[in-house]
């Protein structure tokens, strides 16, 4: 119900920056949080950061605390990760993700988008 297209990703230095961008079509209206996940290859998807739709709670995973800042801008439907001191480690396919209203996980997702961080 929500089509989400990430952007922004590429191969970076350890050490470097980046910021991922996420826009939202569809039934926006009905997020209640959005998210950004991650895989690296032969690994399950994790949980990264995420962030409410109306208040500004957030939430991140330990591994990038300190080093990610995920933030949104509601009148562009738009979800944002900016990654400072990047590392080898964060290196995976970014995903996107829609929490909507009434539901308890995530069920919307982007196609992802590749960071590489070389070392």
């Known amino acids: 119900q929500v089509q989400l297209v990430e952007s922004g990703g590429g191969v970076v230095q350890a050490g470097g920056s980046l910021r991922l961008s996420c826009a939202a079509s569809?039934?926006?209206?009905?997020?209640?949080?959005m998210g950004w996940f991650r895989q690296a290859p032969g690994k399950e998807r994790d949980f990264v950061a995420d962030i409410g739709w109306s208040g500004d709670s957030t939430i991140y995973a330990d591994s990038v605390k300190g080093r990610f800042t995920i933030s949104r801008d509601n009148a562009k439907n738009t979800l944002y990760l900016q990654m400072n001191s990047l590392k080898p480690e964060d290196t995976a396919v970014y995903y996107c993700?829609?929490?909507?209203?009434?539901?308890?996980?995530?069920?919307?997702w982007g196609q992802g988008t590749q960071v590489t961080v070389s070392s």
């Open positions: 569809g039934r926006t209206f009905s997020i209640y949080r």
């Open positions: 993700a829609v929490r909507p209203y009434r539901w308890t996980d995530f069920n919307s």
